[in-house]
T-cell receptor, first 113, second 109 residues
Framework: NAGVTQTPKFRILKIGQSMTLQCTQDMNHNYMYWYRQDPGMGLKLIYYSVGAGITDKGEVPNGYNVSRSTTEDFPLRLELAAPSQTSVYFC????????????FGQGTRLTVV | DAKTTQPPSMDCAEGRAANLPCNHSTISGNEYVYWYRQIHSQGPQYIIHGLKNNETNEMASLIITEDRKSSTLILPHATLRDTAVYYCIAPEAYSTLTFGKGTMLLVSP
């Protein structure tokens, strides 16, 4: 049982480049989330999705886009990378929105130079 | 979400019980208390949750006060591998999960 899988684990981007962080879950969870975590800080919600075709903004959505075409996948897109987007990104999923156990991926460490 | 307050750091000797406190004085009647932990550089891991009654699982015990304004997570026999940041969260139903800075627990030999 893979749970939540994120790729890549590490990435270095140049300012202005774009990339997609991949997230997939095999638990048939309806809800999926993207967080970022800056050094020494808690997790901040970027975007979330309550099901295929439905997404909504979290606390810090600027500079990011998401899509949810399938239940399994929830990619996060950075269009014009900026140094402020240097962070560790975590994807998570829950079965429902009535808060149940959240499963997290192992993270993507992104550096923008 | 109900605001939660946790000490920024705690120490514990290996083999002893680690008692991590959390204040959530504004919690409403239908909000659960959840505990997660994050071991260095890894994704957060669910530990336990509860509403009113005390809860226990293979990882920890959760003690919630009768007025529900505070709770304590207990790791009965802490090991070095329990060194992590522990997050106490009280989300509203059908809301997203919000993480604060948590408590950094350092377990020492």
């Amino acid at each position: 049982n893979a749970g939540v899988t994120q790729t890549p684990k590490f990435r270095i981007l140049k300012i202005g480049q774009s990339m997609t962080l991949q997230c997939t879950q095999d638990m048939n969870h309806n809800y999926m989330y993207w967080y970022r975590q800056d050094p020494g800080m808690g997790l901040k919600l970027i975007y979330y999705s309550v099901g295929a075709g439905i997404t909504d903004k979290g606390e810090v959505p600027n500079g990011y886009n998401v899509s949810r075409s399938t239940t399994e996948d929830f990619p996060l897109r950075l269009e014009l990378a900026a140094p402020s987007q240097t962070s560790v990104y975590f994807c998570a999923s829950t079965r429902t929105g009535q808060y149940t156990e959240a499963f997290f991926g192992q993270g993507t460490r992104l550096t923008v130079v | 979400d109900a605001k939660t307050t946790q000490p920024p750091s705690m120490d514990c000797a290996e083999g002893r019980a680690a008692n991590l406190p959390c204040n959530h004085s504004t919690i409403s009647g239908n909000e659960y208390v959840y505990w997660y932990r994050q071991i260095h550089s890894q994704g957060p891991q669910y530990i336990i949750h509860g509403l009113k009654n005390n809860e226990t699982n293979e990882m920890a015990s959760l003690i919630i006060t009768e007025d529900r304004k505070s709770s304590t997570l207990i790791l009965p026999h802490a090991t070095l591998r329990d060194t992590a940041v522990y997050y106490c969260i009280a989300p509203e139903a059908y809301s997203t999960l919000t993480f604060g800075k948590g408590t950094m627990l350092l377990v020492s030999p």
